[in-house]
């Protein structure tokens, strides 16, 4: 596995341990060449989905940037990172177990939605607003006044 900072190739493995329910296996890794650490995740690929977009154009399913969509909505959220890893898996084993290789970007943003809004407000009103590409600053505050706060929220 190449480093990520160094882009050397040797890269050694320094701790192995089942993830996320023993769906991954998470491994730390460090890089020899430059000091870095970074960790990486294993795990089955039960078939290869792949999205159709609004515009038609068809596209392999990409987990790192489902990933990095649900990241950045979650940042300096106060959950769990193994939380997100969790949740993220969770999202993908529902797509993979729906029975379609094809599956529509519409239907991937409502299910990112719907378990978004289950574990952070802010976080899924991020992804929303990203999502649904609010253009008129009307909607967006109507969209938030139906929100409700977090059961046993802190008023965040
Ligand atoms: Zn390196």
């Known amino acids: 596995m190449r480093c990520p900072f160094c882009g050397n190739a040797d890269t050694q493995v320094k701790d192995s341990r089942p993830a996320e329910d023993y769906v991954a296996i998470r491994r730390r890794r460090f890089c ?3 000091g870095g650490r970074f960790t990486t995740y294993e795990r089955v690929q039960l078939r290869d989905l792949v999205v159709i977009k609004s515009s038609g154009k068809r596209e392999d399913f990409d987990r790192d940037k489902l990933e990095r969509s649900i990241r950045i909505a979650m940042q300096k959220r106060p959950v769990d990172p193994e939380r997100i890893d969790q949740m993220i898996s969770g999202i993908v084993r529902r797509l993979e177990s729906m029975g379609e290789t094809d599956i529509s970007s519409k239907v991937i943003g409502e299910i990112v939605m719907e378990t978004l ?6 976080a899924y009103v991020r992804f929303a607003s990203v999502y649904k590409n609010f253009q008129e600053a009307d909607d967006f505050d109507k969209f938030v006044s ?3 706060p977090p059961i046993g929220g802190d008023g965040e």
């Open 32 to 34: 020899p060449a430059c």
């Open 117 to 122: 809004a289950r574990i952070d407000t802010v």
């Open 146 to 148: 139906e929100l409700r």
